[in-house]
């Protein structure tokens, strides 16, 4: 990764929340299968990697119950190697009985966690904490470097918004068996018009541009891959399960807005969408196989 310069909040947040789960636990050697021989030629055999993304609903499942612990399990069953998370609430309300989602579930799960806030809000009352709603990023492998870029956003906490950039695009350098990979978290707008995803491809893809090696960007689309807004994603990316099963809502499910995308130099050996009620969307499962070592 080209290093970039990051906001003195988002180093303090990176630091903080880093350094309190990096103790729980050795890197994992990789969930995916065993690869085939590289051909003649090759620097080096390709690196496994399992990933996966899941829209966690602030930890409250299709019944609206709140359950971290079954959002942990559910997570747990994917046997990922990291996992973006969508909806993930840290401080934020009663809806979520004012949890710290993302190091609730690293420590639930012994990884390694980065949380990007997209909103980062005073508290409701004196003494509290500041309620905070995003992105986030499990890693069973070290994180090496982690940024929470801003692409164009049309905010839900301020009347009459207009489209404007905000944080809440995360971005993680993964170091798996020696190869880094450069994994993105993203939670695109949801409303009918696609003006604004449109204006988030393009923020993103500007963002992926910068940096070389393996690329994997996950996270709920909020469309369906062959959407208009999304097809400049396509070519530069490619997408892990382009005959999966659709994803939200998780009972019934009649939607595919739910991704793993790879860059070129990533093979997918296998995606899937894990069957459970534990959110009101369906987790999605991809393992990979990552060529170059990156950086």
């Given amino acids: 990764m080209n290093r970039k310069i990051l906001r003195s909040t988002g180093r303090t947040l990176i630091a903080a929340v880093l350094t309190a789960v990096a103790a729980l636990g050795a890197a994992s050697t990789g969930t995916a299968s065993a690869a085939e021989p590289v051909g003649a030629g090759s620097a080096a055999p390709p690196v496994p990697l399992r990933v996966a993304t899941y829209n966690i609903h602030a930890g409250a499942g299709e019944d609206g119950v709140f359950d971290l612990d079954r959002t942990a399990g559910a997570i747990r069953d994917l046997h990922a190697d990291v996992i973006g998370l969508e909806e993930v609430d840290v401080h934020w309300g009663a809806r979520s009985d ?8 690293a420590e639930r799960l012994h990884m390694r966690a980065y949380f990007a806030p997209i909103y ?11 309620r905070q709603y995003g992105v ?11 940024e929470n870029h801003d692409i ?10 207009v489209p404007a950039p905000a944080p809440g695009f995360a971005e993680v350098t993964v170091q798996v068996q020696g190869t880094f990979v450069h994994v993105y978290a993203t939670h695109l707008d949801y409303r009918t018009d696609p003006s604004v995803r449109r204006a988030q491809v393009d923020d993103m893809l500007g963002i992926l541009a910068e940096d070389s090696g393996p690329k994997v960007l996950v996270g709920d689309f909020n469309a ?6 999304l097809a400049k994603l396509w070519g530069p990316l490619s997408d892990a399960a382009p005959f999966g099963g659709k994803t939200y809502p998780a009972i019934d499910p009649v939607k595919r807005i739910d991704l793993v995308t790879v860059s070129p130099d990533v093979t997918v050996t296998g995606a899937h969408e894990a069957e459970t009620v534990a959110s009101d969307h369906r987790p999605v499962v991809a393992d990979l196989l990552l060529h170059g070592r990156g950086r």
């Avoid at 004012?98 to 579930?105: K, N, Q, S, V």
């Avoid at 369906?224 to 807004?229: C, K, L, R």
């Fill in 98 to 105: 004012f949890t710290d989602e993302a190091r609730e579930l």
């Fill in 152 to 161: 164009t956003r049309l905010s839900t906490q301020v009347p009459d918004p």
């Fill in 224 to 229: 369906e891959p062959g959407a208009p807004e």
């Fill in 120 to 130: 980062d809000l005073p508290p409701d009352s004196e003494g509290g904490q500041r």
């Fill in 136 to 146: 986030a990023v499990l890693s069973r492998y070290p994180v090496v470097d982690a």
